[in-house]
């Protein structure tokens, strides 16, 4: 049987961290230019490494549903939008276990985006 230790599973949730990062920020950079323009590539990695462990927690876990998920607070400008009582169609979405994780991400961005272009 194998077994993965704790400093183990660590090393490989920051080698995931370390190549997801710049995927994501370039992603940001190029797919949200308009909301991303202003913000330094220090602040952006601030919200990558802030939002993605709980999206994580909401069980997206592939990368594209990491990123909706991010891009959901870009969108709604709101970083912590699945948290936010103002946004709580996120949080329904989020913890419905009956929708699948790329269900989940495909909702809360195609609300999030027909939200961002209303405003």
Known sequence: MLSITTAQLAAL????MAVFE???L?????ELADLTEEA????????IRDAAPRA???GLESFEDVQAFIDTGFLLDDPDFDRNPDHAWAKTILSDPDLTPATKASRLLDIAFDLNQAL
Do not use: E, N
């Not at 949730?13 to 995931?16: C, S, Y």
């Not at 330094?40 to 919200?47: E, F, I, M, Q």
């Open 13 to 16: 949730q920051a080698h995931a």
């Open 22 to 24: 710049p995927t994501s």
């Open 26 to 30: 370039d992603h940001l950079r190029t």
């Open 40 to 47: 330094s590539d220090v602040a952006l990695l601030a919200r």
């Open 56 to 58: 994580l927690g909401y």
